[in-house]
């Protein structure tokens, strides 16, 4: 009998001034329901300042055009899953 295998992780990078990191394996959607995938390891960054010529993947157009965006997660309350 063969053992259930595991799903890799995904990573989701929020990175200061910049794009989403993710690091797959993902299947993203369009607004068509499109598929793209991203293989286990794989790295795409994310367009977050709304300027890609390439959405939704990152085309660093937030190197040029302003964009400014440095947040954390909150941390969970004391006794909270998180």
């Not at 969970?76 to 998180?82: H, I, L, R, T, V």
């Amino acid at each position: 009998m063969t053992e259930p295998v595991s799903p890799a992780a995904v990573t989701i990078t929020v990175r200061d001034d910049a794009s989403y990191r993710v690091v797959g394996p993902i299947t993203l959607l369009d607004g068509e329901g499109t598929a793209f995938e991203v293989e286990a390891g794989r790295t795409v960054s994310l367009c977050r300042c709304g300027g890609s010529a390439t959405k939704p993947f990152c085309d660093s157009s937030h190197r040029t055009n302003g964009f400014s965006s440095v947040v954390r997660a909150p941390r969970p309350a004391s006794g909270e899953a998180g």
